[in-house]
């Protein structure tokens, strides 16, 4: 059967009091399209989980700032809903930004601190735009789990912290980083980048990596990731917004190896922007 498209709240409460009544689970997969093996991957880990994955589909304008990619940002929603359909997904909720933003919309989503920092800090008012909308489309589909990938960290903080903080009865789900063979986190903008930023790109990847060892090896972060800083720039990264070691779960100050850490970092070659993450872990046993 063809994948269901639906455009409205009304079509989406629909098909799940549909499911909900005939017993099944529903899962959620919030993406903004340009669909790659990562929405892919939360899709399948979807799929195992619930009986029922709705996919959304939707370019959220308040996560961008007026000088982003709003415009350019690669939409095909025929590509992306022939993926899903190949994929198994069980609808598609594809809404206009009426459907979300109705005449007079007020209301905004903002997870203090926590949205400020890294990311936050770079590209002001991201995080509350994200937050607005995750909320709104949890609101709308009351699934019984939606799930994001770690690609993407904070934004994975910042919305465990909202769906605790306002009760949202959803578990969240995390699903690994999908890579590239060398190493290049998958990514909608990875699209812009030219063939010779394509080559330079997973250096980004190996100086965090550099980064985890490091620090689980019990080396001096500050200096891992200024390291880590230079050899971008040496690699002709255009600049590096930042690179930081933090705790896993709250993004503050690390206490490795008492609490689990993460390292983070975005970096930009040409006009592209590319952020990354890796856990934080000792050095895995060698073979004598
Ligand atoms: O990760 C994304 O694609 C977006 O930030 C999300 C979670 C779909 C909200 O617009």
Redesign the pocket.
């Known amino acids: 059967m063809a994948l269901p498209i639906l455009r409205t709240t009304e079509e989406l409460r629909a098909q799940l009091r549909d499911w909900r009544c005939a017993g099944e689970s529903v899962g959620l997969v919030?993406?903004?399209g340009a669909l790659h093996e990562g929405?892919l991957s939360l899709v399948r880990l979807c799929r195992a989980a619930t009986t029922r994955t709705c996919v959304?589909l939707?370019?959220?304008p308040k996560?961008f700032a007026p000088s982003e990619d709003l415009a350019r940002y690669p939409r095909d929603e025929a590509a992306d809903a022939a993926l899903l359909e190949a994929e198994g997904a069980d609808a598609l909720y594809a809404p206009d930004v009426g459907d979300v933003y109705g005449p007079g919309f007020a209301t905004r989503v903002v997870v203090d601190a926590l949205g400020d920092d890294l990311e936050g800090a770079f590209r002001p008012g991201f995080f509350e735009?994200?937050a607005t909308?995750?909320t709104k489309?949890l609101m709308k589909a009351l699934p019984d789990a939606a799930f994001?990938?770690e690609k993407?960290y904070q934004?994975l903080v910042v919305?465990r912290r909202l769906v605790a903080d306002l009760d949202i009865p959803v578990a969240i789900e995390a699903a690994p980083t999908v890579r590239e063979a060398d190493g290049l986190a998958a990514a909608?903008r990875n699209a812009y980048l030219s063939p010779a930023e394509r080559k330079r790109a997973p250096r980004l990847f190996r100086a965090i990596t550099y980064v985890a060892r490091t620090v689980g090896a019990g080396g001096d972060a500050d200096r891992a990731c200024a390291d880590a800083r230079q050899t971008l720039l040496d690699a002709g990264f255009t600049n590096v917004d930042y690179v930081a070691v933090r705790d896993a779960e709250t993004l503050g100050p690390p206490a490795y190896p008492a609490r689990p850490a993460r390292v983070l970092a975005a970096a930009r070659l040409g006009t592209t922007r590319l952020i990354d993450n890796v856990a934080v872990a000792p050095e895995p046993a060698r073979d004598a």
Do not use: A, E, K, R
């Open positions: 919030p993406t903004m929405h959304t939707f370019v959220n996560q735009g994200i909308v995750v489309l994001f990938g993407d934004q919305i909608s």
